[in-house]
């Protein structure tokens, strides 16, 4: 299937090609008796993706954006060869004035991106530590239910408490991400 679109599309790269065959392999990895069991719960298409097919690409999303990364930075290579260095720190203003500026609303959306997957991560936390000491507050947050009760009022506090830290790095960082989704946007 790749070579078909491959020759499709003669002008795509090495990297867009190590993408394509990322995606595909990890959508070939996703179980279909995953959707059917979706399908028989009552699912939708968009609930499917949502709740299977997004999660379980999200390792290969996160590659794929420090991948864009580290393609914006390859601009530094060609600079860095053509000036020889060049006269001075000509090539480290180039980067620092230049190229560095233009990439980060791409690094913004990964740190908030991945500080959010990290910060809400619930599954490996749950099997892997087993010291009350060492959890982390999303999983502290399972305390507040017990077999036949639930403490809303302390449980919703918590949450609050638990929410703020992604708050404040989300909010440190979308200036940059505005900026980058309207850059492009302005005509003329």
């Given at each position: 299937m790749i070579e078909k679109f491959k020759k499709a599309n003669p002008d795509i790269t090495f990297d867009e090609e190590v993408q394509s065959h990322d995606n595909y392999a990890a959508m070939q990895s996703i179980s279909s008796e995953l959707y059917e069991m979706a399908e028989i719960d009552g699912a939708t298409g968009f609930k499917k993706m949502r709740h299977i097919t997004l999660p379980l690409l999200s390792p290969t999303i996160k590659i794929a954006v420090m991948l864009c990364i580290a393609g914006n930075m390859k601009a530094f290579d060609s600079?860095?060869?053509?000036?020889?260095?060049?006269?001075?720190?000509?090539?480290?203003?180039?980067?620092?004035?230049?190229?560095?500026?233009?990439?980060?609303?791409?690094?913004?959306?990964?740190?908030?991106?991945?500080?959010?997957?990290?910060?809400?991560?619930?599954?490996?936390?749950?099997?892997?530590?087993?010291?009350?000491?060492?959890?982390?507050?999303?999983?502290?947050?399972?305390?507040?239910?017990?077999?036949?009760?639930?403490?809303?009022?302390?449980?919703?506090?918590?949450?609050?408490?638990?929410?703020?830290?992604v708050i404040v790095v989300y909010l440190a960082f979308a200036k940059k991400v505005m900026q980058g989704m309207t850059a492009g946007a302005v005509k003329g």
């Open positions: 600079i860095f060869v053509m000036t020889g260095g060049g006269p001075g720190s000509s090539s480290t203003n180039t980067v620092l004035r230049i190229v560095l500026p233009l990439c980060l609303p791409v690094i913004s959306t990964a740190i908030i991106l991945f500080f959010l997957g990290a910060w809400n991560e619930f599954p490996f936390a749950l099997v892997l530590i087993k010291s009350a000491e060492l959890r982390t507050l999303p999983l502290g947050l399972t305390n507040f239910n017990g077999q036949y009760t639930a403490n809303y009022t302390q449980m919703l506090a918590a949450m609050v408490i638990v929410v703020l830290p």
